[in-house]
């Protein structure tokens, strides 16, 4: 059974912290995403990695970097929290897209709280 | 701006019922549209998707219709069941597998 699994599912932080958001893969997947969810506003897409240290920007990558040192795990960093941050976070992964395949396979979220 | 527009926000439908969501798109370089269905407390999970060479994809209660000229597809859920309550998610990607999300339905099907 696939499986993305997010260290935290509910997090609360003070502003101004560093706040580190890690997902963990077990299906040899090469890509794996970054998005927050906000109400609305559907699934935006803040970093992607389709291979180890490597990372491309997504829709909306202010505020946040991303660390991929080995192939399972993509981490998210906030560097300086802020209020605006609180929302939903999600994690993905997918196969190479050179394939007929696109499904992406997510985590089940982390509820960061920025106060 | 949001690429992918996705109505209605909510939706409320009688079990039996039929459950529409639409959603359109702007850049026509979009070659696979997926809908992601989400239950609280979890990520969205592909649910059923589309590629622009055909009009119409079913899968079980689960169908996708596509108008290519008029760049809108949608869903629709046959005899909506309580355990469809979910968010739903259109979504379209190019090349890269770069989805591009719209921004949900919440439906809740009433007994």
């Known amino acids: 059974d696939v499986k993305v699994t997010q260290s935290s599912r509910y997090l609360v932080k003070r502003t101004g912290e560093k706040v580190f958001l890690e997902c963990v893969q077990d299906?040899?997947?090469?890509?794996m995403f970054w998005y927050r969810q906000d109400p609305g506003l559907g699934l935006r897409l803040i970093y992607f990695?389709?291979?180890?240290?490597?990372?491309e920007k997504g829709d909306i990558p202010e505020g946040y970097s991303v660390s991929r040192e080995k192939k399972e795990r993509f981490s998210l960093i906030l560097e300086s929290a802020s209020t605006n941050q609180t929302s939903m976070y999600l994690c993905?992964?997918?196969?190479?897209?050179?394939?007929?395949?696109?499904?992406?396979?997510f985590g089940p979220g982390t509820r960061l709280t920025v106060t | 701006q949001q690429q992918v527009k996705q109505s209605p926000q909510s939706l409320i439908v009688q079990k039996g019922g039929i459950s529409i969501i639409n959603c359109a798109y702007e850049?026509?370089?979009?070659?696979?549209f997926p809908w992601y269905q989400q239950f609280p407390g979890k990520g969205p999970a592909l649910l059923i998707a589309?590629?622009?060479?055909?009009s119409e994809k079913k899968e079980g209660r689960f169908t996708i219709s596509f108008n290519k000229s008029a760049k809108q597809f949608s869903l629709h859920i046959m005899d909506s069941q309580p355990g469809d309550s979910a968010t739903y998610f259109c979504?379209?990607?190019?090349?890269?597998?770069?989805?591009?999300f719209g921004g949900g339905t919440r439906l809740m099907v009433k007994p």
């Open positions: 993905a992964s997918s196969l190479n897209p050179s394939g007929p395949f696109y499904e992406q396979y």
């Open positions: 299906m040899d997947h090469e890509n």
């Open positions: 850049n026509t370089a979009f070659d696979y």
């Open positions: 589309i590629r622009p060479d055909v």
């Open positions: 990695s389709y291979d180890v240290k490597m990372k």
């Open positions: 979504a379209a990607s190019g090349a890269g597998n770069m989805l591009t």
